[in-house]
Structure formats: C-alpha cells, structure tokens
C-alpha cells in the first residue's frame, strides 16, 4: 500500500490536545454503548436512512450489457483465439476437418514439457532448481492430474503477459505524472487490491457469461496491481547519476526510458512480475466457479463431495505449480545477463532452440509412443485414498481432542468476540475512528476514514461488517501473536532463520484456496476453520517483517546500548524494539490485509459475514449485492491500512527516520 503523507497540522497540535480529542471520542462512543436501547438510532443504521447502491449498482451494470453487449462478443472473441490455442497446445490438442476425414494433431508430450521445465531450471538456477521443476511436472503426470494442470497453466501463460504490459504501461504513466498517480492510479490499485477476489467475478460472469474468457478477465484485473506498483518503485529508485548519464548521452525521452530506465528497474520489474504470476495462480483457481475450469474445479468438485482425497490431490498439484513458477521467476530476475553477446543467430538463441527441439521431437515420439503423449494408467499412482485413512485415523483417534479444542476456541474466544462486535454502534465506530484518524493523520485522513466509514453504514451491511471485522481481527492476532515471537527468534539465531525462511517462503507461494482444504477436513466447516486457514496464510508477513525490521537496527546503536551497560532485554526493550517497530507495524498491516482476503475466501466454508454476502450474490449473480459487499470489504481494508500506514510515519518522524 502507499505511504500517506503526514498532515503538518496534525504534527504541529500539541500531543495532550490530540490525546483528550481521541479520548471524548472513546468517551461519547462508551456512551452510546451503554445507552443503546435509548439511541437506537444511533445504534444500529436505520433501515430508512440505507442508500440504495446495489440497486444503483444493478441498474448500471444491467445498462452497460444491454448498450455494450457488442463490445463485450468482440472483446470475447478476440481474447479467445490465443486462449484456445493455448488450451489445444497444452491440454487438448488440434483437431482439423469434420466427420471421417477429421483429424487430430496432439498436444504438447508431457515429456516434452516436463523436460524444457527441467532446461529451464538449469539455466536459471542450476541442477537443484532443475530437479525440482523437474520434478514437480512429472509429479502432475503421474498423479494423473496432467490435462487440467495444463489447463490452469495454459491460463496463466496468457494471462500474465497482459497484466505484465498492462501493469508496466500504468506504471510508466504514474512514474512520468506524480500528480496521475497521487490522485487516480494509487487510490485505484488501492481499492483493486482490497476489493475480495469473489467480487471480481460477479461483473464479469454478468458481462461475458460463464466461460475461461470471464476467468482470464477477472485473473488479470485482480493480478495487475503489484505490476504497477512495482514499475513506478523501480523505476524511482533508479539512481539520479544513471539518468544523467543518459541525458547527457542525447537520448530521447523514449530511449532514456527504454533503453536505460527500464534495463535499470529490471530487479524491481521482475519481483513484480512473480507476484503477478502468484496472484493469477491464486485467482484462476477461485475463477473456476466461473469457468475457469482445470485443478481449481477439481478441488471445488472434491469439496462439494466431501472426496477429501481427491481435494488434496488437486490442491497439492497448484501448491506444486506456484511453487514452480515462484522459485523459476525469482531464479530468473536474480539472472545476470551474460557480459558477452554471440554473434549468430543459432548461438543468440541457442537455448530457445533446444526447447523447441524438445517439445517437437517428444510429440512426435508421441505419434509412435503413445506413453509420450499420455502416461498409461498402469504408471500412475494417487494418494487419494491414504489422505482420506490418514484423516480417517486422525479422527478416530483424536476426534475427541480436535472437537474440544474447537469447542474451547468458539465459546471463550470467538463467540464472545463476535457479540461484543456485533453490538458495537455505528455512531460510536464512527467518532473514534475519525479522531484517531485525526490524530495520526490530520483533518484530510480524518475526512477519508469517516466517509468510508459513514457510507460503510448508510449500505446497511453494518452487522455483517462488524462480523467480518471480528473474525478478520482475531485471525490477525493470533497471527501476530504466532509471527512476531518466530520472527523475534528467526532474528536472533542464524540456525533458526535458515530453518523459518524456506518454510515462510512456501507458504507465501500457497494460493489461498489451499489452505481450507486440511482444515476443513480436521475442524469441519465453521468460524474455527477459517480462523485456522487465515491464521496459516497471514502469519508470514508478521514473521518476515518483524525478523528483517531487528536484522536491520544499525549495528552502532547496538554497540551504543552495550557500552552503557545494558542487559540482553534492556537492549531488546529500550533500543531494538523500538527501532524496528514501525517495519513490525507494518507486518502487522500486511497480515491485516491478508487475513481480510483470506476471510472472504472462507466464505465457503460457512462463515456469515461479507464474504457470504459476495458469495450468495455470485450464485445469484447480483452484481449490484455483490458489488456493494465488495466494496464494503475495501473500505475495511483501506481504512486499516491507512491508520497503521500513518502511526507508522508517526513514529518514524518522531524518530527521525521518514
């Protein structure tokens, strides 16, 4: 998320004068509380003052498919010739001709495709990122999970160039107009990047229908984001004597930016190109219930019928993909470019040519062979039925202990949460959140959290909100309370660090549908089982920020504290901890953002909030409901990021390193 500036006013107020404004808020909000049965207005929203914006919504979605419907063929069309050639070259196969005289050309071999990931993962990384490119493919061949693997690959291959151009053009535009980005491109990514993943699907399942055109639109608008960011930081972080060095080479403006700019950003472009590929990951398995097809269907297929084998199956082949592409592209920005450039045209593209020669040799191996262009039966294997007794016997024989532990977390700690939030007045939210809002960030913070939070209530979804809030505020702590003490060890052992780094690094690379799976099959479906899979996919930011934020405390203050005779923990309490807590705070907004994302996933698994408000809207296709319960979730997300963004500047200033 952006950085929001500071307001100079509110540096300048003295602190006791902030403090007493923050505390009559507290004090009016308590108030309030105590006096709902008198107040009720200002208690619960009244029906009569709720604005109508999903109707508002509805009716403009319903006009731009009766007066655009032309645009949105044309544009489905176009999308779907690189689409199906990317399905039939991967998963399906060419078919030509009709009746007795059709024939077919096969697809890729998975020996092929196997192979060239394998070459792939040398030149890039060595034998050990081959082997496991490597095998990882063949994993998917001989789980029997080859042709819808294919399928979701096929879609991320032509998804991620188009968000990448697309994030890159956006991203020039914002670094060459400050003013462009300040007021239009920052706000928008913001909302894009906090708007739930069911959301985008409502618009497009109504415009384009239910088809892997949809889910390639959804993917990309949802996925293009951190390229755009990643293009403005990269190329502002370009150092000033570069581009001086190309001014005074007489470069134009379009060959300073492509010819050194660009080049130069191309560690900050690549970081955003992997997170593009994770995200569309993440997203194509959601865009299955519109069509996306491939593993995200089979998981939700295994899901429905309660076939947890077969669920675990299909999760682990995506965990295997995001894993793949994750370590290759990183693997690939971390590439130097060879100093010497060949000079023909076979020894440019040398590499290139081998794939090629891999794949067509292989698939045509496949005409002869026919175990090259699909592995039999009798080499595949499956693990479906040891997922299903290994659960079985966990059941069996701890089901009384898993049942108390969820029993104990939903009476003592989640169902009184949820009252308490449940009640909390609409008014009271308001007052508070708008003085500390003031008091972090001035009069223009102020104004964007109490109208986000004012129209948060004027949509009638306040219950529901207050119900996401709880369940989004207790995954957050308990990830926090778990991330910060890992991060704190990971920071001082060395040993603890190398064992914590490689298996946060998976986690983040796990797409968020992922983690429901195992969980639900111990927990069942309920506020515990989110709690626990939100828990799982938010809990790296809290141990990788607070962990870099200590490894990074200058080392003269450490020397400085020791010197003057400080204890282990004074050196902790009085001179690490305060040095590194606004990068700490900043894990902890990051953590916030993403068991926010996470819990309107969790919908599926019968949460009631928000996020089952997006899901039956999906199911209806509602886009004005969905629409406006998506936008009800942004607001959550932007307001929190804002606040923790501002206490964080707060206390930089304070200390001198903004």
């Known amino acids: 998320m952006s950085d929001l500036a500071l307001n100079p006013v509110a540096v300048s107020r003295p602190p006791s004068v902030m403090r007493w404004i923050v505390l009559v808020a507290v004090s009016a909000a308590v108030i309030v509380f105590l006096l709902r049965g008198t107040l009720p207005a200002l208690t619960a929203y009244p029906n009569d003052?709720?604005?109508?914006?999903?109707?508002?919504?509805?009716?403009?979605?319903?006009?731009?498919?009766?007066?655009?419907?032309?645009?949105?063929?044309?544009?489905?069309?176009?999308?779907?010739?690189?689409?199906?050639?990317?399905?039939?070259?991967?998963?399906?196969?060419?078919?030509?001709?009709?009746?007795?005289?059709?024939?077919?050309?096969?697809?890729?071999?998975?020996?092929?495709?196997?192979?060239?990931?394998?070459?792939l993962g040398y030149l890039y990384g060595g034998l050990r990122l081959a082997l496991l490119c490597g095998l990882g493919f063949l994993c998917l061949a001989l789980f029997k999970l080859w042709d819808n693997s294919m399928l979701t690959l096929a879609l991320i291959i032509i998804c991620v160039p188009f968000c990448v151009v697309t994030g890159l053009l956006f991203g020039i535009w914002g670094y060459h107009s400050p003013r462009v980005n300040q007021l239009l491109i920052s706000p928008s990514l913001d909302l894009m990047q906090t708007i739930p993943t069911f959301a985008y699907l409502i618009p497009m399942l109504l415009l384009f229908g239910s088809s892997p055109v949809s889910a390639l639109l959804a993917t990309g608008l949802f996925a293009t984001p951190p390229m755009v960011r990643a293009t403005i930081l990269g190329l502002n972080k370009v150092a000033p004597e570069i581009k001086d060095f190309a001014d005074m080479a007489g470069c134009t403006r379009r060959q300073k930016l492509w010819r050194v700019l660009v080049p130069a950003a191309k560690p900050s472009l690549m970081i955003g190109v992997n997170q593009v590929i994770m995200l569309a990951l993440n997203m194509v398995i959601i865009s299955s219930m519109i069509g996306a097809g491939g593993l995200g269907y089979d998981v939700l297929l295994a899901l429905r019928a309660l076939k947890i084998g077969q669920a675990m199956e299909a999760g682990l082949a995506i965990v295997i993909i995001a894993i793949v592409l994750d370590r290759l592209s990183q693997a690939i920005a971390h590439k130097r470019p060879d100093a010497k450039q060949a000079e023909t045209f076979i020894a440019r593209n040398f590499n290139l040519l081998i794939a090629i020669a891999l794949l067509g040799v292989t698939t045509l191996l496949g005409f002869v062979l026919p175990a090259f262009n699909k592995l039999p039966d009798g080499l595949t294997l499956t693990s479906a039925p040891y997922w299903k007794a290994g659960v079985d016997w966990l059941t069996l024989n701890y089901f009384d202990q898993i049942e108390a532990g969820r029993v104990f977390l939903l009476l003592y700690f989640l169902n009184p949460l949820r009252a308490v939030f449940e009640a909390l007045p609409w008014f009271g939210v308001l007052l508070v959140l708008t003085a500390l809002a003031f008091r972090l960030g001035g009069a223009g913070l102020a104004i964007v959290v109490g109208a986000l939070t004012a129209v948060t209530a004027a949509t009638g979804l306040w219950v529901p909100a207050m119900q996401t809030l709880y369940l989004c505020g207790a995954s957050a702590l308990v990830a926090c309370m778990i991330g910060i003490p890992v991060g704190l060890w990971a920071s001082r052992s060395d040993r603890v660090n190398a064992v914590v780094t490689p298996i946060i690094d998976t986690l983040q690379t796990i797409p968020s549908f992922c983690f429901i799976i195992p969980v639900v099959m111990l927990f069942r479906v309920g506020d515990v089982t989110a709690m626990i899979a939100t828990v799982a996919f938010a809990v790296v930011p809290a141990v990788r920020y607070t962990a870099h934020g200590l490894r990074q405390v200058p080392q003269h203050l450490i020397e400085a504290g020791q010197v003057s005779g400080c204890t282990r923990w004074q050196l902790f309490r009085h001179v690490q901890l305060p040095v590194a807590l606004p990068e700490i705070m900043l894990g902890i907004n990051q953590t916030i953002l993403l068991a926010l994302s996470m819990i309107i996933i969790c919908a599926m698994v019968g949460t009631r909030d928000l996020g089952q408000e997006v899901f039956k809207a999906l199911a209806k296709a509602d886009s004005g409901r969905g629409l406006v319960a998506g936008l009800v979730i942004a607001f959550i997300g932007i307001t929190a990021d804002r606040l923790i963004t501002a206490w964080v500047n707060a206390m930089r200033a304070r200390r001198g390193t903004a």
């Open 49 to 119: 003052l709720v604005i109508p914006f999903k109707d508002w919504l509805a009716g403009l979605m319903t006009w731009i498919k009766v007066n655009f419907s032309w645009f949105t063929r044309s544009l489905t069309a176009i999308i779907d010739v690189p689409l199906r050639f990317a399905f039939n070259l991967l998963a399906k196969g060419f078919k030509f001709g009709t009746g007795d005289a059709a024939w077919t050309l096969p697809r890729l071999s998975w020996v092929g495709v196997t192979l060239v990931m394998a070459w």
